[in-house]
Every structure is written in C-alpha cells, then in structure tokens.
C-alpha cells in the first residue's frame, strides 16, 4: 500500500512537470495529471464510490441513428455522465464530407484478403474501395486543415449541459497515414471538446509515439495508447520512457484473452501512467477468448474496480460493449447492465 501511494504521489509530479514543460499555468482550469473524476450536479454522474465508470461510444454502434445528438440521448438513457467519444460522431457534427465508401464492406475484404480467400471479383472490389478510400481520405485531411474548433466547443457545451463530459477523443487522425497537421488538429480538437487525452492503437512505431508525444505536449493533451491481444506487461515501455505526455488505454479484458496471468498487476504497477481503461468481459485462451457477458468471463472487472476505489485510483474505468446483443435487446439496454455491473461491484 505504501509503494502505491508513493506512486500517486509520483503521478501527480508527473502531471506537473507535464504542465511546465508544455507551458500551461498551474492556476489553469484543468490539471493533467489525469482525468480528474467529473461530477455534473443535477446529473447522473456516474461516479461510483469515488470510481468514475465512463463509456466509449464505440458501445452504440449498432444503433439506427450516429449522430452526435443521438449519441448523447443514447449515454443519456444509460445514466452514464463521462465518455470516450469516437471520432465520427464530432466530426460530422463540425461537417466532415460524407463517406461514400462501404467501410463494413472494405474491411471485411481486407481481412479475406489476408487470409488469402478472395475471388477475382472480390479483388476489384477491394481495389475499388481502396482507391475510393484513399480519395476519401485525402478529402477529408483538407476539410481538416480548414475545419475552425468552433463546432467542437460547441458540441462540448451541447453535452455539458446535459451533464455529460468528455474525457477522450478518438478520431481516425493519428495513423502513419495521417498528415503531421491532421495529427495537431485531433490534438486540438480533443482540447476544444475537453479532454485530457486522444485514445488510438498503439502503432508499433517508436518514430511514431515520439511524434505523436511531442505533438500532444504542445497543447497539454496525453496520448493513450490502446492494446489488443498483443498488449504484455512491457508493451507500453518504450512510449512511456520518450515523453511524460505517453500513456496507457489499458484494455483489460484483451489483456486477459492475451494470456497475461496477472491482469491486476498491470494495474498496480502502471496506474499512473493509465489515462482511461477500458472494461469489457474476455476470457482466457484456454476458455475461447470470447467476449461474453460481464461476469461470466475470466476478466476480472469486479476485482479492478475495487482495486480502483481502495487505491482512489483517478483515470476513468470505460464500459465498452462488445459480447452480442441478445435478441430483443440493444446497445443502451445492455451498456446500462454494464453500468449496474459496475454499480454492485463497488457496492
């Protein structure tokens, strides 16, 4: 217990050295150190036993309607006042092109591509919706460069009000195939919506974190780095040895399904290098891997919430749905089952 505290107090250095060093005053309106835990009076914040339980967006994706303001409405119905917000949701708030490209479609093929199972009509295809993406693309990077932060300010009011923050942005705007200036917008729009850190994959690039590290230092911003099943005890070290501003999106339910047999000791050795941390039930590789139901995996959710509130731990745990919906159920019903998971967890 002790070693922990030393190292919340290690974080909190951390944070202000951060701050120094990317020139933002102590008497700013935020610290980041970490995400602080949000409370909106008159709102459900979901502050649980000090434990802030957020939920990325990503969770309403098979809902009808993906727009910001339904995606508000969805977190709204789930009692849910933190989250992770996807990019696509803002971007088209602030008027980003349409997508003419079939992503479902052009990602499927990839992976039958890479599995070495396409037919000669599914090559074309696949050339076809690569050229149509890369233009895409291209498009979208010049509406970026002309894009103000006005409409993102805006949105972050519109869910303010509704007693909903946003802790961290994921917009597709920090791969190796992004300009450096889309890079510094998603930064900045990350700033202007209110967040402390943008969430990507890990791009197993050391060039790549170092620039991303040093781009996010400018504007205060951390950079949280996501893992799948390639997510180890090590996996993280090298970013988080080139900048303070590199950062873990743990992902514990992958971290199980990896193999790793001690998923709440990445907890304890890393929380204060953890900007969120995502929830999902995922069993061992033994047991299938599957995302199933929460509580009926391998995950220990229960466990590392708890560890959460003993440790006061401050960077938000995430609900992320990814099991199958049951039939006669949809994203919010289940997303609010999560939550109450949660709920009696902290109990």
Known sequence: MKQEKKGLSRRKFIGTTALVGAGIGLGGS???????????????????????IGV????????????????????????????????????????KPENPVDFRQYYRLRRAERDGGLSGDQQKELAELREASEAYNKEVAA????????????????????????????PRAFGADNTEAEMDWGVRAAK????????????????????????????????????????????????????TFNSLNLDLGHYVAAGNADPLGIIRDKFYRIQSMHLKDRQKPENGKGNVVWGSGDTPIREALQLMRENKYDFPG???????????SDAVAEVKKCLEFCREALS
């Open 143 to 170: 509406w970026r460069e002309q894009t103000s932060m006005e409409p993102f300010e805006e949105l972050r009011r519109m869910y303010a009000n509704e007693g909903v923050s946003i802790y961290a942005f994921k």
């Open 56 to 95: 990325i967006t990503y969770s309403f994706r098979s809902m009808p309607d993906q727009s910001a303001e339904a995606t508000l409405d969805y977190v709204k119905q789930c009692g849910i006042g933190a989250i992770e917000l996807m990019g696509d949701p803002a971007e088209s708030f602030a008027g």
């Open 192 to 243: 202007a919506l209110g967040a402390s850190h943008i969430t990507l994959e890990h791009p197993d690039n050391d060039s790549h974190t170092q620039k991303l590290a040093r781009i996010a230092a400018k504007h205060g911003i951390f950079v949280a780095y996501h893992g799948h099943e390639q997510q180890t005890p090590t996996f993280w070290d090298t970013a988080l040895k080139q900048s």
């Open 30 to 52: 935020r610290l980041f150190a970490g995400p602080a835990l949000i409370k909106n009076p008159g709102y459900p914040a979901s502050v649980i036993s000090g434990v802030q």
């Open 318 to 328: 995430t609900i992320e749905l990814e099991y199958d919906i049951p039939e006669g």
